[in-house]
């Protein structure tokens, strides 16, 4: 077979820049189709169908067998059962990274992982001083959080005048962010334990991984065991959306196939000759079926599935979660509560502090390594971005506030995130605009 030589040369480095850039396009995408449903949510909840629109929400839906119920209304599906499937597409993109991409080198990733350890503890310290003694003090996990697509859809906005280098940081530092958060939730928004569920849960990701030894590939098998396990956190106690995490950084990172075994068995589908054989129990056909599998198993299993499922994630999941949660009634007085004043200082003035100084802090004391295009004033401009908590920060709010302060807190959230998006844009472009950056 003759060689294609009509395209540039594979680089080894292609490999993890590919995956990489995918992921950003993705996201800058599924931001846009973000905001969409955010500005509808937030429209219609002050529209005379506001009433409608919020009750639609509240239906239950579930299953009801004797004494066995597992009726939830639709946004606790949405919130526990489809964001599931969001922090697993992040656990893979994190894992992909750590072990495949960008992050393999420690000092490199300890620099997002500072920030993201920063942009959690400070705007926390900043929340529970305000929130002291009120109702409401239990949500501090509601500043901790960023949003991946709506930062990365900011840095799109500015297209190539962003360095390459902010983009990876932020989105490593978000993906760390949402990890731990679904971490805090799990263990700081849970409700009492039920050990019974609990323990079949255990025992189920030992399944997993006990399967995964034995060979068994088969991807809708270990969907349909991760809904088993899914069922088991819901039950225990845990918020069920750890379920997508602990799998997604179960999943393997190596392909089954050998890139030397891909090509004999390539070769030899390819060697027989054209014609009719492909049909019938021929050995060309069991050949060219052996090919089609060897084609699919020298992807490695996070590979595939995030790029399977992310889009399902950014362009399904995460609009139909901000219609379910961004709906909120917009009245001047709840903005001036003391929860949504928490929520704006936690999210505006602590992220950022917070990313800042614990990165120079790394860096200072020869943990963490900045990349030479990265420098302090452009990391600072890109902080600011971090106050966007949005998504995960609606999520923890419902499970944290009542509903006499949710409304309340989701103000300040959508007040934080906005400010903190146009002011960390307004000092991007500043630094970008007349090529203000120095290399240092």
Same mark, same amino acid.
């Given at each position: 077979? +003759?060689?294609?030589?009509?395209?540039?040369?594979?680089?080894?480095?292609?490999?993890?820049?590919?995956?990489?850039?995918?992921?950003?396009?993705?996201?800058?995408?599924?931001?846009?189709?973000?905001?969409?449903?955010?500005?509808?949510?937030?429209?219609?909840?002050?529209?005379?169908?506001?009433?409608?629109?919020?009750?639609?929400?509240?239906?239950?839906?579930?299953?009801?067998?004797?004494?066995?119920?597992?009726?939830?209304?639709?946004?606790?599906?949405?919130?526990?059962?489809?964001?599931?499937?969001?922090?697993?597409?992040?656990?893979?993109?994190?894992?992909?990274?750590?072990?495949?991409?960008?992050?393999?080198?420690?000092?490199?990733?300890?620099?997002?992982?500072?920030?993201?350890?920063?942009?959690?503890?400070?705007?926390?310290?900043?929340?529970?001083?305000?929130?002291?003694? +009120?109702?409401?003090?239990?949500?501090?996990?509601?500043?901790?959080?960023?949003?991946?697509?709506?930062?990365?859809?900011?840095?799109?906005?500015?297209?190539?005048?962003?360095?390459?280098?902010?983009?990876?940081?932020?989105?490593?530092?978000?993906?760390?962010?949402?990890?731990?958060?679904?971490?805090?939730?799990?263990?700081?928004?849970?409700?009492?334990?039920?050990?019974?569920?609990?323990?079949?849960?255990?025992?189920?990701?030992?399944?997993?991984?006990?399967?995964?030894?034995?060979?068994?590939?088969?991807?809708?098998?270990?969907?349909?065991?991760?809904?088993?396990?899914?069922?088991?956190?819901?039950?225990?106690?845990?918020?069920?959306?750890?379920?997508?995490?602990?799998?997604?950084?179960?999943?393997?990172?190596?392909?089954?196939?050998?890139?030397?075994?891909?090509?004999?068995?390539?070769?030899?589908?390819?060697?027989?000759?054209?014609?009719?054989?492909?049909?019938?129990?021929?050995?060309?056909?069991?050949?060219?079926?052996?090919?089609?599998?060897?084609?699919?198993?020298?992807?490695?299993?996070?590979?595939?599935?995030?790029?399977?499922?992310?889009?399902?994630?950014?362009?399904?999941?995460?609009?139909?979660?901000?219609?379910?949660?961004?709906?909120?009634?917009?009245?001047?007085?709840?903005?001036? +509560?003391?929860?949504?004043?928490?929520?704006?200082?936690?999210?505006?003035?602590?992220?950022?502090?917070?990313?800042?100084?614990?990165?120079?802090?790394?860096?200072?004391?020869?943990?963490?390594?900045?990349?030479?295009?990265?420098?302090?004033?452009?990391?600072?401009?890109?902080?600011?971005?971090?106050?966007?908590?949005?998504?995960?920060?609606?999520?923890?709010?419902?499970?944290?506030?009542?509903?006499?302060?949710?409304?309340?807190?989701?103000?300040?959230?959508?007040?934080?995130?906005?400010?903190?998006?146009?002011?960390?844009?307004?000092?991007?472009?500043?630094?970008?605009?007349?090529?203000?950056?120095?290399?240092?």
């Amino acid at each position: 077979m +003759q060689k294609d030589n009509s395209g540039l040369p594979p680089e080894f480095a292609d490999r993890f820049t590919e995956p990489f850039a995918r992921f950003v396009k993705i996201e800058a995408a599924a931001g846009c189709a973000l905001l969409i449903a955010t500005c509808a949510a937030v429209i219609l909840s002050n529209s005379q169908w506001s009433a409608q629109f919020l009750a639609f929400w509240e239906t239950p839906i579930g299953l009801h067998v004797g004494s066995w119920d597992i009726t939830r209304s639709l946004r606790h599906w949405i919130n526990d059962g489809l964001m599931t499937l969001f922090f697993f597409v992040i656990a893979l993109e994190l894992k992909r990274a750590l072990v495949l991409g960008e992050l393999r080198d420690l000092r490199a990733a300890a620099l997002p992982f500072s920030g993201a350890l920063g942009g959690m503890l400070i705007p926390v310290s900043l929340y529970v001083p305000l929130m002291w003694g +009120q109702p409401g003090m239990h949500g501090w996990g509601t500043v901790m959080a960023t949003d991946t697509a709506f930062v990365i859809g900011c840095l799109a906005l500015l297209g190539s005048r962003i360095p390459p280098t902010l983009r990876l940081f932020l989105l490593s530092l978000a993906i760390f962010d949402d990890v731990g958060a679904i971490a805090v939730v799990a263990i700081s928004y849970s409700d009492s334990l039920n050990w019974m569920p609990l323990a079949l849960a255990v025992l189920g990701v030992s399944a997993v991984a006990a399967f995964a030894r034995l060979g068994i590939r088969s991807v809708p098998f270990y969907f349909l065991l991760g809904g088993v396990i899914w069922l088991c956190f819901d039950g225990s106690g845990i918020h069920a959306t750890i379920t997508g995490v602990i799998l997604g950084l179960m999943t393997p990172t190596h392909g089954w196939v050998s890139d030397e075994r891909l090509r004999a068995v390539l070769g030899r589908a390819l060697s027989h000759p054209t014609g009719d054989c492909w049909s019938g129990d021929t050995i060309e056909r069991r050949d060219l079926l052996r090919a089609g599998t060897a084609l699919t198993e020298a992807l490695s299993p996070v590979e595939r599935l995030e790029m399977m499922l992310h889009p399902w994630a950014g362009f399904v999941v995460m609009p139909i979660f901000a219609l379910a949660n961004a709906g909120v009634a917009i009245h001047g007085g709840d903005l001036g +509560q003391p929860v949504s004043m928490a929520i704006f200082a936690g999210l505006v003035f602590g992220k950022p502090i917070g990313v800042l100084t614990f990165s120079w802090l790394a860096v200072r004391v020869g943990l963490a390594s900045r990349a030479l295009r990265l420098s302090w004033p452009l990391l600072a401009a890109g902080s600011l971005l971090t106050g966007i908590g949005f998504t995960m920060s609606l999520f923890i709010a419902g499970l944290a506030y009542d509903h006499a302060i949710l409304n309340s807190a989701k103000l300040g959230i959508l007040a934080g995130s906005t400010v903190s998006a146009a002011v960390g844009l307004l000092m991007l472009f500043w630094l970008t605009h007349a090529k203000r950056i120095p290399l240092a």
